[in-house]
């Protein structure tokens, strides 16, 4: 896929946080963008963008040329993909398929050999870097699947973002979940931070501008630290999604003989966030769960 051949139709599924962005950057860019969302006005808002909606993910995928899946969870990703009414099957066999959620390794694995069975190409190729990332093209991309396909396909990452081939397929959901261990991990870390610093009677917005530069410094510290200072928890990306992903990368270490002490007791506290009614929250309000845990 040349720069002259811009004008191949691109399918985005799924237009929620991440996917809009995703769909309004390619449309900007000179691609023919499609769309479908299970809240069909969610799609419908991105025709002032040059996105034309789709009433259903047959129409929306069988004049693309690529198909970007970016939908919440492996089990509806499967579902949306698969059977004989879904996308893998509406597509043209010449067509690619990228999976940007975030699912599990096997789940990506197995789309994979369904969509190659029919002479589809598919790349597993999660994204980080949140809506911002998104919005500005600045996504982090890390993709699983044959190199030259990543390759070939370099005119549609290049919108949205850095891609780098991490290996076969799977491996770019792998990688995925090493990254959302380090994201969880490290807002707990500044959200136990900051609580510290306000408990001791220091100002936690000072504190936050003390430390940029220095080696605590970091993208979370500073975006998640400042929604923290801010009391600012509009999901960006929500707790229940960021609880999937570590549960999802325990469950995967689990499975390889791997104990991972420090990634379990972050999944433990973003669970009781979720349990505790805030899970639609972005997950920077895990410093919520440490005030309550703290007043209890």
């Known amino acids: 896929m040349n720069a002259p051949e811009r ?6 599924l799924g237009t ?17 963008v499609t769309a479908w969302n299970r809240s069909p006005e969610k799609a419908e808002v991105l025709k002032q963008h040059g996105v034309v909606p789709m009433s259903s993910v047959a129409n929306a995928v069988r004049d693309a040329g690529v198909v970007i899946c970016m939908l919440s969870s492996g089990p509806v990703c499967e579902a949306v993909l698969g059977g004989e009414d879904g996308a893998i099957a509406s597509m043209r066999s010449d067509a690619t398929l990228i999976i940007m959620s975030s699912i599990p390794v096997d789940t990506a694995i197995a789309i994979a050999r369904d969509a190659e069975e029919r002479g589809i190409a598919c790349l597993d190729a999660p994204v980080s870097g949140g809506e911002l990332g998104a919005k500005d093209g600045r996504l982090a991309i890390m993709a699983g699947g044959p190199a030259d396909v990543v390759e070939r396909l370099a005119p549609v990452f290049a919108p949205l973002g850095r891609v780098t081939h991490v290996g076969p397929s799977g491996s770019g959901a792998l990688t995925k979940l090493a990254n959302q261990l380090i994201v969880a991990s490290t807002i ?9 610093a306000e408990v001791g009677g220091a100002d936690p917005g000072r504190v936050r501008e003390a430390l940029l530069g220095g080696f605590a410094d970091s993208t979370v510290f500073r975006q998640h630290g400042l929604r923290m200072v801010e009391g600012d928890f509009a999901p960006g990306g929500p707790a229940k999604y960021q609880v999937k992903d570590t ?15 420090v990634g379990e007791e972050v999944d433990r506290l973003f669970q009781a966030m979720v349990d505790h009614g805030n899970g639609d929250l972005d997950h920077s309000g895990v410093i919520l769960e440490l005030k309550r845990m703290n007043a209890a």
């Open 7 to 12: 004008q191949e139709t691109v399918a985005v």
């Open 188 to 196: 707990c870390a500044v959200a136990e931070a900051l609580t510290l």
């Open 16 to 32: 929620g946080i991440m996917g809009a962005p995703i769909a309004m950057r390619l449309a900007k860019t000179g691609f023919k």
């Open 247 to 261: 549960s999802t990368a325990l469950r995967f270490a689990r499975s390889h003989g791997l104990k991972l002490p």
